[in-house]
């Protein structure tokens, strides 16, 4: 049984034996373990059902360790670091040869972070090692934003999880990418396209195949409920008589759908505020789908901004 704890050395006595932890981020939840225990990644990818193909973020305490784990870093890369360390961003970067090729799935480079959650970096900074996390939850099924949600899929798999309360952020981080002199945002999150050129001037998004993506997080399927889920269409109305089904819930950004045949609603924002819906997304994903409803229906939200990131999510969740 998984025990939900604050206590630090718990954790770090857990990690230093080669095993892996739940820990608070300030985005999602992360599955964490020493990128050099192998014994640590490999239980990451099997207690997530990962394909090993897939690549984990390492996790860094400080700006100065980044050429521990990484290589040739572009002078883009270093602004962007020094303005949004710690925080919510991921840099893909040429990776040095002793970063384990388990941790980056065989990949040329690596993906790194500084997150900015107090207990996270407490954490890191008591550790001699960086930490590999991908988000705490099965493969393609909804992230976990509290301790709780990170329990209830892993209570067996786990002994201990670091209960840093609810993400701030809520979607897990923009992943960028440096390809010459290009900026490539490869996973879009609360750090937006806006506020990455206002660092380093244009970047562009990344439009890959999407059963072969560059990151995985980018593959169709992602993010989803166990519940079937569609999104919502202009006429509700004649969408409902389609359905014609019972126990109909709804996500919705701002207000309530005025229909009965709605029995369960959640609003990500009632003052419209992007922020605040992409913190209470995944929650609110999270108590439609254990709410016994045949149907999820998603409305999308003003694609712009976080919007557009929540928006990314919302429609790989929909299955
Ligand atoms: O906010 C976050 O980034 C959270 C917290 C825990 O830090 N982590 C997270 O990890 O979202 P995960 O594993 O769920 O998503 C990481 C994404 C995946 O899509 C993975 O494929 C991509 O990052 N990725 C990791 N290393 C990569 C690499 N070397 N090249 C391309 N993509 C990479
Ligand atoms: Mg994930």
């Given at each position: 049984?998984?025990?939900?704890?604050?206590?630090?050395n718990?954790?770090?006595?857990?990690?230093?034996?080669?095993?892996?932890?739940?820990?608070?981020?300030e985005?999602?939840?992360?599955l964490?373990?020493?990128?050099?225990?192998?014994?640590?990644?490999k239980?990451?990818?099997?207690t997530?059902?990962r394909?090993?193909?897939?690549?984990?973020?390492?996790?860094?305490?400080?700006i100065?360790?980044l050429d521990?784990?990484?290589?040739?870093?572009?002078?883009?890369?270093?602004?962007?670091?020094?303005?949004?360390?710690?925080?919510?961003?991921?840099?893909?970067?040429?990776?040095?040869?002793d970063?384990?090729?388990?941790?980056?799935?065989?990949?040329?480079?690596?993906?790194?972070?500084?997150?900015?959650?107090?207990?996270?970096?407490?954490l890191?900074?008591?550790?001699?090692?960086?930490l590999?996390?991908?988000?705490?939850?099965?493969?393609?099924?909804i992230?976990?934003?509290?301790?709780?949600?990170?329990?209830?899929?892993f209570?067996?798999?786990?002994?201990?999880?670091?209960?840093?309360?609810?993400?701030?952020?809520?979607?897990?981080?923009t992943?960028?990418?440096?390809?010459?002199?290009?900026?490539?945002?490869?996973?879009?999150?609360?750090?937006?396209?806006?506020d990455?050129?206002?660092?380093?001037?244009?970047?562009?998004?990344?439009i890959?195949?999407?059963?072969?993506?560059?990151?995985p997080?980018?593959?169709?399927k992602?993010?989803?409920?166990?519940?079937?889920?569609?999104?919502?269409?202009?006429?509700?109305?004649?969408?409902?008589?389609?359905?014609?089904?019972?126990?109909?819930?709804?996500l919705?950004?701002?207000?309530?759908?005025?229909?009965?045949?709605?029995?369960?609603?959640?609003?990500?924002?009632?003052?419209?505020n992007?922020?605040?819906?992409?913190?209470?997304?995944y929650?609110?994903?999270?108590?439609?789908?254990?709410?016994?409803?045949a149907?999820?229906?998603?409305?999308?939200?003003?694609?712009?901004?976080?919007g557009?990131?929540?928006?990314d999510?919302?429609?790989?969740?929909?299955?």
């Amino acid at each position: 049984m998984a025990l939900l704890t604050t206590d630090i050395n718990l954790a770090i006595m857990a990690l230093q034996n080669d095993d892996i932890i739940g820990l608070p981020t300030e985005t999602v939840y992360g599955l964490a373990g020493n990128i050099y225990s192998e014994k640590a990644i490999k239980k990451i990818f099997e207690t997530k059902k990962r394909p090993f193909f897939n690549p984990l973020i390492v996790h860094i305490k400080n700006i100065d360790y980044l050429d521990v784990v990484a290589q040739n870093i572009p002078a883009k890369a270093l602004l962007l670091a020094q303005h949004f360390w710690p925080g919510p961003l991921t840099l893909l970067l040429d990776k040095r040869a002793d970063v384990p090729n388990i941790v980056t799935a065989d990949k040329p480079t690596v993906a790194v972070r500084i997150p900015s959650h107090p207990m996270a970096l407490a954490l890191l900074q008591q550790l001699n090692f960086p930490l590999a996390a991908p988000s705490a939850n099965p493969f393609t099924s909804i992230s976990s934003t509290t301790a709780q949600h990170v329990k209830e899929y892993f209570d067996k798999e786990l002994d201990i999880i670091l209960d840093g309360g609810e993400c701030k952020k809520g979607i897990e981080s923009t992943i960028v990418g440096f390809t010459g002199d290009d900026v490539i945002i490869y996973r879009l999150g609360t750090i937006t396209e806006t506020d990455l050129e206002k660092i380093v001037g244009e970047v562009s998004i990344y439009i890959g195949q999407d059963d072969k993506p560059i990151a995985p997080g980018m593959l169709l399927k992602h993010y989803s409920p166990k519940t079937k889920t569609v999104l919502l269409e202009n006429d509700v109305n004649l969408q409902l008589n389609n359905l014609a089904i019972k126990k109909i819930g709804a996500l919705v950004f701002n207000k309530k759908i005025d229909d009965e045949r709605i029995v369960e609603q959640e609003i990500l924002s009632k003052a419209s505020n992007l922020e605040e819906a992409a913190k209470n997304l995944y929650a609110s994903l999270h108590r439609l789908d254990k709410s016994d409803l045949a149907i999820i229906l998603i409305e999308l939200l003003p694609n712009e901004g976080i919007g557009k990131s929540i928006n990314d999510r919302l429609r790989k969740a929909v299955n």
